[in-house]
């Protein structure tokens, strides 16, 4: 059961320098999600997505871009990097709320840590 | 203002007993969710509970019990039995459900549990 897979899990960047996140799922799930977490604080919404080819912005969209032109896969790209955007960042997905598939699960990846430096 | 607000940043709690993580949250919305999740030192985001504004009783799973107060928008945890095992990150989260229908969530800043042997 591979469920929500991000690489890599680590990656050090330097400042100005541009790099893509990748996440797949495995479980046809509709929606995906790009969150990070600061240290010592909670998510915050980078990006969403709806289904493929529809995509919009979260609480912090700046400085990132997101496509989607599978089910399975919502990379993030990352322009040039800024030391604000150290962070770590998950991938989630999840179905339609209110569905018999059980839209109030949310599958999170393990996280990617990202120092920009 | 704060959509979901946790006022304890740290807590302990002698192993064996019962604890409860505070979650206040603030939304206009009629149908929303809360979500309770653990994350320890190796950081992933573990599910423990959900609670559906529209649920008749309070959630519980195992010995993760939500104390459920709609009339104050409250949403506190409770862990029965502690243990060591459950020193770790706590993250309370909501779903505002009418406008969309995936589950972006909106964090609080979370709680540090501390479990003492």
């Known amino acids: 059961n591979a469920g929500v897979t991000q690489t890599p899990k680590f990656r050090i960047l330097k400042i100005g320098q541009s790099m893509t996140l990748q996440c797949t799922q495995d479980?046809?799930?509709?929606?995906m999600y790009w969150y990070r977490q600061d240290p010592g604080m909670g998510l915050k919404l980078i990006y969403y997505?709806?289904?493929?080819?529809?995509?919009d912005k979260g609480e912090v969209p700046n400085g990132y871009n997101v496509s989607r032109s599978t089910t399975e896969d919502f990379p993030l790209r990352l322009e040039l990097a800024a030391p604000s955007q150290t962070s770590v960042y998950f991938c989630?997905?999840?179905?339609?709320?209110?569905?018999?598939?059980?839209?109030?699960?949310?599958?999170f990846g393990e996280g990617s840590w990202l120092t920009v430096v | 203002a704060q959509k979901i607000t946790q006022t304890q940043p740290g807590m302990f709690v002698q192993e064996k007993e019962a604890v409860t993580l505070d979650c206040t949250y603030d939304?206009?919305?009629?149908?929303?969710?809360l979500f309770w999740y653990k994350q320890p030192s190796s950081g992933e985001m573990i599910f423990l509970i959900y609670?559906?504004?529209?649920?008749?009783q309070n959630a519980t799973e195992g010995r993760y019990s939500l104390n459920f107060q709609k009339a104050r928008k409250s949403a506190n945890l409770v862990i029965s039995a502690s243990q060591l095992g459950d020193s770790a990150m706590y993250f309370c989260?909501?779903?505002?459900?009418?406008?969309?229908?995936?589950?972006?969530?909106?964090f609080g800043g979370g709680t540090r549990l501390m479990v003492k042997p």
């Open positions: 479980m046809n799930h509709n929606y």
């Open positions: 609670q559906g504004s529209y649920d008749q």
């Open positions: 997505s709806v289904g493929a080819g529809i995509t």
């Open positions: 989260a909501m779903r505002e459900g009418q406008r969309f229908p995936g589950n972006m969530l909106t």
């Open positions: 989630a997905s999840s179905y339609t709320v209110g569905t018999a598939l059980g839209g109030n699960t949310i599958y």
């Open positions: 939304t206009s919305d009629p149908s929303y969710g």
